[in-house]
């Protein structure tokens, strides 16, 4: 390893713009679409644990899954954030196969071309505001811009089904995968075409033109 040493130099003071007694103001952005990373992982599991605890008595991802996830692949992941809190996140990675299997769950395939969606969830406080499917449209839109992703992927229990439909998952039947007593169907979205968005690296913000998707669903459990 090298160690570059920079030469000193000689830096006139600032002049402030600020009147003295007068503190800055540091404002955050209203809303902020952009890649979570490990330091979103304890705000990302409250999140979750919430939501799905109480419906299926199992988390997707635990804790340190969220962690392991957000720290090997964190460009597979898009938090929604309004004025700095998390209000509803998506976690995936790349898969290698045709079918999700018991293995989908914890690994990450670096030459896939399938982005396995592990979960989409929505705090309590922000949710039949159809934050949901506006997040998943974005994020498959940012899907395009990754050269090698070809489709996308998710399982889900079957009153889920609908839900995905709408946004154009299909079916691709019975999933290989169960937790405990729980059964899934695996659904699958092809990924062509162009992004509606260009890719930014450091952020994906919303377009001036908020997007609103219809969310047809009455069932509490899929209020998402």
Same mark, same amino acid.
């Given at each position: 390893? +090298?160690?570059?040493v920079?030469?000193?130099?000689?830096?006139?003071?600032? !002049? +402030?713009?600020?009147?003295?007694?007068?503190? =800055?103001?540091?404002?955050?952005? @209203?809303?902020? %679409?952009?890649?979570?990373?490990?330091?979103?992982?304890?705000?990302? *599991?409250?999140?979750?644990?919430? @939501?799905?605890?109480?419906?299926?008595?199992? &988390?997707?991802?635990?804790?340190?899954?969220?962690r392991?996830?957000?720290?090997?692949?964190?460009?597979? +992941?898009?938090?929604?954030?309004?004025?700095?809190?998390?209000?509803? *996140?998506?976690?995936?990675?790349?898969?290698d196969?045709?079918?999700? #299997?018991?293995?989908?769950?914890?690994?990450?395939?670096?030459?896939?071309?399938?982005?396995?969606?592990?979960?989409?969830? %929505?705090?309590? #406080?922000?949710? !039949?505001?159809?934050?949901?499917?506006?997040?998943?449209? $974005?994020?498959?839109?940012?899907? $395009?811009?990754?050269?090698? %992703?070809?489709?996308?992927?998710?399982?889900?229990?079957?009153?889920?089904?609908?839900?995905? =439909?709408?946004?154009? /998952?299909?079916?691709?039947?019975? &999933?290989?995968?169960?937790v405990?007593?729980?059964? /899934?169907t695996?659904?699958?979205?092809?990924i062509?075409?162009?992004?509606?968005? =260009?890719?930014? +690296?450091?952020?994906?913000? *919303?377009p001036?033109?908020?997007?609103?998707?219809?969310? @047809?669903?009455?069932?509490?459990?899929?209020?998402?």
């Amino acid at each position: 390893m +090298s160690l570059v040493v920079a030469q000193p130099s000689v830096v006139e003071p600032m !002049q +402030s713009s600020v009147s003295p007694g007068v503190q =800055r103001r540091h404002t955050l952005p @209203a809303s902020e %679409v952009r890649p979570l990373n490990a330091q979103d992982a304890i705000s990302v *599991f409250e999140i979750e644990r919430e @939501a799905f605890i109480s419906v299926s008595g199992e &988390c997707p991802l635990h804790l340190d899954e969220v962690r392991h996830f957000l720290t090997i692949c964190p460009e597979f +992941s898009m938090g929604w954030f309004e004025e700095g809190r998390l209000v509803a *996140f998506i976690i995936a990675s790349l898969w290698d196969r045709d079918r999700l #299997t018991s293995e989908a769950l914890t690994l990450h395939k670096p030459r896939g071309s399938t982005a396995h969606i592990h979960v989409l969830a %929505v705090h309590r #406080t922000f949710r !039949q505001q159809g934050k949901g499917p506006i997040l998943m449209w $974005r994020y498959l839109q940012y899907l $395009r811009c990754l050269p090698n %992703v070809r489709r996308a992927a998710l399982m889900c229990e079957d009153f889920l089904v609908p839900f995905y =439909r709408k946004m154009g /998952f299909k079916p691709l039947g019975r &999933c290989a995968i169960t937790v405990g007593n729980l059964t /899934f169907t695996e659904m699958w979205y092809p990924i062509s075409g162009h992004a509606y968005m =260009r890719r930014n +690296s450091e952020a994906i913000r *919303f377009p001036n033109t908020p997007l609103t998707l219809p969310v @047809a669903h009455t069932d509490q459990q899929m209020d998402i």
